[in-house]
């Protein structure tokens, strides 16, 4: 039973580019969250979705970011025309229902972007 | 808004000795839970042990535990007999009870073991 898989775990772009986050969940699970960590700090709540639906995006910046959950395939975090400051690890965490609490989140392994 | 504290950038523990991780937490809400997750070199989140605000027993997942103080908003995490595997990013996190997944994590605390 796989877990969590982002990829990729290295993301390399140059300022203006677009970068592009994959995020399986384990199988079963319909409930995904992305998190940005940037460097010396804890992780930040960006984006959290089910199936075709964004349920709370009030984390993710109003421009330049986005994300989806599609019925089929992984879900994707874009981000267009990528800055310096977008440099930071993003982890994808999933469960089986939406409370957290009692339905534990599994992490992925992150993906780490450095724009250049 | 919810804010959680760890004031201990660092920590260094002795191998199979006891080391205790500092976390304190702002909210005015009286439902919601408290997770620590470690962070190994790998990246890799790991939940490590959780707590509900509303039981007042102390949970406990072999040789870890918390030492929950509701009143004083305060949730550190005791880890007896540390092992040379227990070296890493420590996080105290944050959910709102009512919430439907968002954690709030603290800082971190960068916990080395010495053999």
């Known amino acids: 039973n796989a877990g969590v898989m982002q990829n990729p775990r290295h993301l390399v772009r140059r300022r203006g580019q677009e970068a592009r986050l994959r995020c399986s969940p384990m199988k079963g699970h319909s409930h995904v969250y992305w998190y940005r960590q940037l460097p010396e700090e804890g992780l930040k709540f960006m984006v959290y979705?089910?199936?075709?639906?964004?349920?709370?995006e009030s984390g993710m910046p109003k421009e330049r970011f986005s994300a989806e959950f599609p019925k089929e395939g992984p879900s994707i975090l874009r981000i267009q025309q990528v800055v310096r400051g977008d440099s930071a690890a993003y982890f994808c965490?999933?469960?089986?229902?939406?409370?957290?609490?009692?339905?534990?989140?599994?992490f992925g392994q992150g993906t780490r972007l450095t724009v250049v | 808004a919810q804010t959680v504290t760890q004031s201990q950038p660092e920590m260094s523990v002795q191998e199979a000795e006891t080391v205790t991780l500092s976390c304190t937490y702002d909210?005015?809400?009286?439902?919601?839970?408290l997770f620590w997750y470690k962070q190994p070199p790998s990246r890799q989140m790991i939940l490590v042990i959780r707590q509900e605000a509303y039981k007042q027993q102390n949970a406990t997942e072999n040789r870890f535990s918390v030492n929950f103080q509701k009143a004083a908003k305060s949730f550190s995490l005791k880890i007896s007999d540390s092992q040379l595997g227990d070296a890493a990013m420590y996080f105290c996190a944050y959910r709102s009870g009512g919430s439907q997944g968002n954690l709030i994590f603290g800082k971190g605390t960068k916990l080395s073991v010495k053999p």
């Open positions: 979705l089910q199936k075709e639906n964004i349920i709370d």
């Open positions: 909210t005015s809400e009286s439902d919601y839970y």
């Open positions: 965490a999933s469960s089986l229902q939406g409370n957290i609490m009692n339905t534990e989140a599994f």
